[in-house]
């Protein structure tokens, strides 16, 4: 049978890119609704879904932050049957924690984890009722590790896997499906924003030596690090699709293997030093001992080489 896909944040990105990719799945697995905050903002959508508009993708308005919104997507929905949520809806935020107010910060917590459980709210008692279903979370690599001025961006996703960490073992129970996707650094809007965001950033909040840290050294890398590592949104499309379909769902799956290494460090070290510390070489001394790390990177990735395999989807 079709299984209906209800996507957040599906106006550009990862969600635009999954959207459509679903929609457009040879075999018409999927019917898909596509939800935005905003519908004025649907024609980059409508373009790239092109013939499969109105039929295996329909548009349709979600705000993560209102409920109501939520509510009245959903009850739209034949039988409000949800098979498979995907919670993508996310926003950035860099810079200083001195230079930024608690009103940004508890939009990005707003969005970023309370989007999360107000979808879930809506339609998890649906699931559990049927006994069927898959939450597919857009999470981050920032998820499970903290990096350098993205405190309150990572806090929000590290709460986004500690709630579905205590909710996957609810669900198992339900015979429910949860999977956590964590990208690395993706080539999105996201990344585009967060940046002209952080050059428009008023530093003066902030001590010298941190607004310099701030411009010179993380602003100046950021470009590099998304060139370098970045993937596109259609190849965590193609991720997430995988998982989608696999018959056995991993919990936590990491779409980008450059990235890798770093993330094996914090399981390396049950003191949690070695990724605070391999970071700090890497932004502060970053020459020589940046290549000496990546090799002690490429023995540990090596040695704990436990991926899920992505080869066969099962239907
Ligand atoms: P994006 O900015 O292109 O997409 C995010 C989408 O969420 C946008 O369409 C935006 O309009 C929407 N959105 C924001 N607030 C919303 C709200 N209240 N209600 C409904 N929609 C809302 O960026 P993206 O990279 O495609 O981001 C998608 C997800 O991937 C996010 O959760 C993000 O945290 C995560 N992610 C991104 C990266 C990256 O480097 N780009 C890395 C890891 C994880």
Redesign the pocket.
Known sequence: ARRNVLI??????????LAVKMAKDEQKRFKVYA????LA?KEPLEEAAGRSLGKTLEIKQ?????EQ?IKTCVNSIPDRRIDVLV??????LIGPIECQTIDEMKTVM???FF?LVRLLKEILPDMKRRKSGHIV???????IQGILFNDV?AA??FAVEGFCESLAIQALKFKLQLSL??????????????FEDGMKMDLSAADEETAEMFTNIYLKNYKQI?QSL??S?ED?AEHTVKIILAENPPFRHQTNTLYTPMTTLKYADPNGDLPIDTFYKMVFHHDKIFSASLNFIKLLRWRSRKSFDLGKPSQ
């Open positions: 957040t944040g599906c106006s550009s990105g990862i969600g635009l890119a939800t935005m905050r905003n903002k979600l705000d993560v932050c209102d919104s919670s993508n809806a996310g926003m950035g707003d969005t970023n989007g979370i857009i999470s981050s690599v920032m998820g961006y929000s996703k996707i964590e990208p690395g650094p993706v080539v999105t809007e996201f990344e585009r924003k967060v998304f970045g993937q949104a965590v």
